[in-house]
């Protein structure tokens, strides 16, 4: 849970900063976005498949993916109130993809097990 939770400030922190010069690497920060989400994704389900709720357990997989993409949802609307940055619809679209690969990531490896 400790690692979910810095894992999360340290999104929200690069989320609010500026970052000058970002625009002339359009697909690196596409990447970026698909990376951290992805990472997001995975840190949820691990949190997740540890609670005590056997409903929670079983979904863990879904709702990783919900709050990964929720989260990058509410990064991209804080991102509308700062300046030097804006709301992109385009990288909650790839947040949305990083959380999902995450998803096809842990299933991958439970089925190597």
């Known amino acids: 849970m400790r690692t979910l939770i810095i894992w999360l400030a340290v999104v929200f922190v690069l989320s609010v900063y500026p970052f000058e010069g970002a625009e002339r690497f359009p697909l690196a920060d ?27 357990r079983k979904k863990a997989l879904l709702l990783s993916v919900v709050f990964s993409a929720g989260y990058g949802l509410l990064m991209e609307i804080v ?35």
């Open 30 to 56: 596409k990447l970026f976005h698909f990376m951290i989400y992805g990472i997001t994704s995975v840190l949820f389900y691990t949190v997740l498949k540890e609670n005590r709720s056997l409903s929670v």
């Open 79 to 113: 991102q509308a109130f700062i300046p030097a940055r804006d709301f992109s619809v385009w990288d909650e679209v790839t947040n949305i993809l990083g959380a999902v690969s995450g998803a096809i990531f842990v299933i991958s490896q439970r089925r190597k097990r």
